[in-house]
């Protein structure tokens, strides 16, 4: 009855994670309340997420413009141990989703009305955006196009053809309603990882 949770990639930050580096948003200059900006492609995502952190830990970790593998690695393992402390575990996966279950391993039918908000509570705490960005930015760290690199990878795994747009693929996406199989394996590393930079199948 574990509860199963998958990231969602084009969303949140990207629309307003290289494997072994870090997000690339460099700061400018660091006041002593906080970095003034930050540089790359991913500096507005960066800014946004330290304005609105929710905790000295977030801010400290998204401080340099940049989340490596052992602070994304230190963020779950906090998260697993406030949940641990309230009875539930977490199990991560490769793609950026996770399990969430418990600790005792019964799990009555209001289960998820209790532990939703102490993982809401977890990850308020002790991660934020931190897990968000470090994927997304391992993912596509130059922050390309969405459409135009999911539609080269869908077309290079023969999911559509040469007629298949950057447009087309934009109003699919809104509608979440797509011309090609996109529970398909192939479509799911596309949707995950366009560049074939992080995910493998």
């Not at 309340?33 to 929710?54: D, I, K, L, N, S």
């Not at 309230?86 to 989703?97: P, R």
């Not at 459409?147 to 447009?167: N, Q």
């Amino acid at each position: 009855m574990e509860r199963t949770v998958r990231s969602v990639v084009i969303a949140f930050l990207v629309s307003g994670s290289v494997v072994g580096c870090s997000a690339t948003a460099t700061p400018t200059d660091a006041a002593r309340g906080g970095p003034r900006g930050f540089e790359g492609p991913w500096a507005a995502q960066f800014e946004t997420a330290y304005a609105g952190a929710h905790s000295a830990y977030e801010r400290d970790v998204l401080r340099d413009g940049a989340v490596s593998v052992a602070e994304y690695e230190q963020t779950r393992s906090h998260v697993a141990s406030c949940l641990a402390d309230a009875g539930y575990k977490i199990t991560y996966d490769a793609t950026g989703g996770f399990e969430l279950g418990s600790e005792d391993g019964s799990y009555p039918d209001d289960f998820f009305e209790h532990s939703d908000p102490v993982l809401q509570t977890c990850e308020r705490r002790w991660d934020g955006s931190i897990r968000f960005l470090y994927e997304q930015v391992r993912r596509n760290p130059e922050q390309l196009d969405e459409a135009a690199i999911a539609v080269r990878c869908l077309r290079a795994a023969g999911l559509v053809d040469g007629s298949y747009t950057d447009d087309r693929w934009n109003e699919e996406n809104a509608r979440d309603d797509w011309s090609f199989d996109a529970l398909d394996p192939a479509a799911e590393a596309c949707r995950l990882d366009p560049l074939g930079r992080w995910y493998r199948r």
